[in-house]
Nanobody, 124 residues
């Protein structure tokens, strides 16, 4: 079992920055891939970014490419999402997810473990 806990959400003005964290506990996540998804009010949950834990290779949705950076700290078993140049349309609940596979996917149904989510609100 893997437990995931997100933190770092909040209210920020457009153009500002936030850094989300996803701390994992339980079994080791080496060999996992992890991702960030988000869900805005009235919309379906969507893929934001993913990372292969072992290599650090990262992938992004087009809507956040160049503004968001995903990373991980092996020693802390923690994944991060640095969000810069935030826009009102980035407002959503952000979730971290993990799957026991080195393969990265944007398909949320292939992720086994999920955090509880953290709210990000960007004001205009």
């Amino acid at each position: 079992q893997v437990q995931l806990v997100e933190s770092g959400g909040g209210l920020v003005q457009a153009g500002g920055s936030l850094r989300l964290s996803c701390a994992s506990s339980g079994r080791t996540i080496v060999g996992y891939s992890m991702a960030w998804f988000r869900q805005a009010p009235g919309k379906e949950r969507e893929f934001v970014s993913a990372i292969r834990w072992s290599s650090g290779n990262s992938y992004y949705a087009d809507s956040v490419k160049g503004r968001f950076t995903i990373s991980r700290n092996n020693a802390k078993n923690t994944m991060y999402l640095q969000m810069n140049s935030l826009k009102p349309e980035d407002t959503a609940v952000y979730y971290c997810a993990a799957r026991l596979s080195v393969g990265v996917t944007s398909n949320e149904s292939e992720y086994t473990y999920w955090g509880q989510g953290t709210q990000v609100t960007v004001s205009s």
